[in-house]
């Protein structure tokens, strides 16, 4: 009897399927380390670096990265995150509450025992390589990607599905792949957004005159060339205005966290704040449909900036509604688009 032939074949080092679990890995945009000049500088320094963010030729960006905006901006965003860091934590609120969007998805899985739950950020740590690496050493040959973005944009969707297949292209021995998709509007994200606006208002001393839904803005080249996603916030707007039985003087649709020179999609927030208390509205609402989760762009961009031209401006009463964040009515939300993403595979 002769021994079996010698094979000089090793088995991958990342061995999924060995369990045979299914992960889910919720991503958000990222957030720096920390509020001082080098953490804020490492974070911006990958963010800006992002051809799906900046879509300039390099030999254009590049300098004008290195040379003006990364010598400056980190020492301005920092005194900004500085506002509204979590002490408690040492981190930023983004990343309490994607942390805590995770735990609170995880337990709500409990009943599928196969199922593990994660979270990563697009910028910064834990990254989406590193986390992926860690579900398939965890046994998941089978992975949902959730990118916590409500409308679909290249500059934050495609960029985490991007970084998700760069991650895979490394493997010789890759999971089984889905994407949660863009659901601008979902019934059940619209329901959870006008739950959560009748709940706030309904706690105010005062009535207001108009609501604005202020998403993030992209530059509005970027629109005209293909992306979606003006058109996905001005649909979620519509259903939610439809949904609170609004026209559309009581709810307006706005635009924010404009960046360099270019036009952006416009109207503009902090513009149309000035303009209402300049005509003598004296009592706003405003919420980011956009935003999964309080962030810089909310805290302190809304909550206290905003709110500063509105007041400056003459208007009196000024409120933020609170994003969906880990509430019960948010989870509601991640919870039924995993589950429905996940049929067949639980
Ligand atoms: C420079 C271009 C930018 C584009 C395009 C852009 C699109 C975009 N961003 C979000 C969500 C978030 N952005 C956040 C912060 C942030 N955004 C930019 C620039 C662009 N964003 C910068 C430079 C920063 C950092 C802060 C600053 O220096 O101003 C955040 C907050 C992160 C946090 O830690 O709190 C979020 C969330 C969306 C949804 C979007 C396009 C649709
Ligand atoms: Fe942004
Ligand atoms: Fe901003």
């Keep these: 009897m002769t021994a079996p032939a010698?094979?000089?074949?090793?088995?991958?080092?990342?061995?999924?399927?060995?369990?045979?679990?299914?992960?889910?890995?919720?991503?958000?945009l990222g957030t720096p380390e920390g509020t001082d000049y080098w953490p804020m500088r490492r974070y911006l320094s990958e963010f800006l670096s992002d051809r799906r963010v900046i879509e300039w030729p390099r030999i254009v960006w590049y300098p004008i990265l290195q040379g003006i905006v990364l010598s400056r901006r980190p020492k301005a965003s920092g005194a900004l995150y500085a506002k509204i860091w979590n002490r408690e934590r040492n981190e930023s609120p983004l990343r309490t509450f994607t942390r805590a969007q995770g735990e609170k998805l995880?337990?709500?899985?409990?009943?599928?025992?196969?199922?593990?739950?994660?979270?990563?950020?697009?910028?910064?740590?834990?990254?989406?390589?590193?986390?992926?690496?860690?579900?398939?050493?965890?046994?998941?040959?089978?992975?949902?990607?959730?990118?916590?973005y409500p409308q679909y944009s290249a500059t934050t969707t495609a960029t985490v599905n991007d970084t998700f297949f760069q991650a895979l292209m490394k493997m010789r021995f890759q999971p089984a792949v889905r994407t949660v998709p863009a659901y601008p509007a979902?019934?059940?994200?619209?329901?959870?957004?006008?739950?959560?606006?009748?709940?706030?208002?309904?706690?105010?001393?005062?009535?207001?005159?108009?609501?604005?839904?202020?998403?993030?803005?992209?530059?509005?080249?970027?629109?005209?060339r293909g992306d979606p996603y003006y058109e996905q916030c001005l649909t979620t707007s519509r259903l939610l205005a439809e949904r609170l039985g609004w026209d559309g003087k009581k709810?307006?649709?706005?635009?924010?966290?404009?960046?360099?020179?270019?036009?952006?999609?416009?109207?503009?927030?902090?513009?149309?704040?000035?303009?209402?208390?300049?005509?003598?509205?004296?009592?706003?609402?405003?919420?980011?449909?956009?935003?999964?989760?309080?962030?810089?762009?909310?805290?302190?961009?809304?909550?206290?900036?905003?709110?500063?031209?509105?007041?400056?401006?003459?208007?009196?009463?000024?409120?933020?509604?609170?994003?969906?964040?880990?509430?019960?009515?948010?989870?509601?939300?991640i919870e039924s688009l995993v589950r429905r993403e996940l049929s067949g595979w639980l």
């Design 6 to 28: 010698k094979t000089d074949r090793q088995p991958d080092t990342v061995k999924p399927g060995s369990a045979g679990k299914v992960g889910v890995l919720l991503v958000n």
């Design 106 to 148: 995880a337990a709500a899985l409990s009943d599928h025992s196969n199922v593990i739950v994660d979270w990563a950020m697009r910028y910064g740590i834990p990254s989406i390589e590193t986390v992926t690496k860690r579900l398939m050493d965890r046994g998941c040959d089978r992975i949902l990607l959730f990118p916590l």
């Design 186 to 224: 979902e019934p059940v994200y619209i329901e959870a957004l006008a739950a959560s606006v009748e709940r706030h208002l309904a706690g105010l001393d005062f009535e207001p005159e108009v609501v604005i839904a202020s998403y993030h803005g992209i530059p509005k080249s970027y629109s005209q």
């Design 251 to 333: 709810l307006l649709t706005t635009f924010q966290s404009r960046f360099g020179p270019e036009e952006w999609l416009q109207p503009y927030t902090d513009e149309t704040v000035a303009r209402l208390a300049r005509e003598g509205v004296k009592s706003i609402a405003v919420l980011n449909p956009g935003f999964v989760s309080d962030c810089l762009e909310t805290l302190e961009e809304i909550a206290v900036e905003a709110a500063r031209i509105f007041h400056e401006e003459g208007g009196e009463n000024f409120s933020h509604i609170p994003c969906l964040n880990d509430s019960e009515e948010g989870m509601r939300v």
